[in-house]
């Protein structure tokens, strides 16, 4: 769930005695660095009362797309969620957000500047994830998602396109 919300530019809501305090979803998650213990920005007593996604023109045509090994309830290899207007065959609107690369969900906001006013075609989407993905610091045993991640994105932006949506897909076996 955390791939689409990242997306969506969600909103995470919390109350605590200290009052209401809201979190943008791309702030939500933390890296690593000095304290690998903690996964969120959540404060000491903070509990969440709402995750609130704005609404989004774009996010009328918008899919979300998890690769795994298994048809079952695995782990994504990579995840893509994506919303996308087009218009005139034109890219007006995406967004895009990546799972499974990073140690929280990844906001592609360089493959979404690229595309922006761009032709709405495979070359042009292949050049966005080529770029957003040119900086990826990758190991022996995960640089198979790099490709993985770059196919993905033109697929879902592809079947965007054309229309397509996760719920006609559904009966299509394994995403």
């Known amino acids: 769930?955390?791939?689409?919300?990242?997306?969506?530019?969600?909103?995470v809501v919390t109350a605590s005695q200290q009052g209401e305090r809201r979190i943008p979803f791309a702030e939500f998650h933390r890296l690593p660095g000095e304290t690998p213990h903690l996964d969120t920005n959540l404060r000491a007593g903070e509990l969440i009362t709402a995750v609130e996604i704005p609404p989004l023109p774009t996010a009328a045509r918008s899919t979300y797309r998890k690769v795994r090994e298994r048809s079952s309830y695995a782990f994504a290899l990579v995840s893509v969620a994506a919303t996308l207007q087009v218009e005139g065959g034109q890219v007006k609107e995406v967004r895009l957000a990546f799972g499974g690369c990073a140690h929280k969900p990844w906001r592609a906001q360089q493959a979404e500047a690229y595309l922006?006013?761009?032709?709405?075609?495979?070359?042009?989407?292949?050049?966005?994830?080529?770029?957003?993905l040119a900086g990826a610091r990758v190991g022996q045993e995960n640089a198979f998602k790099v490709p993985m991640l770059r196919n993905t994105v033109i697929s879902v932006l592809e079947e965007l396109v054309q229309g397509r949506s996760a719920e006609r897909r559904a009966g299509e076996g394994n995403a």
């Open 1 to 11: 769930m955390c791939v689409p919300l990242a997306a969506l530019d969600a909103v």
């Open 116 to 132: 922006t006013g761009q032709p709405a075609t495979a070359e042009h989407f292949r050049a966005a994830a080529e770029a957003e």
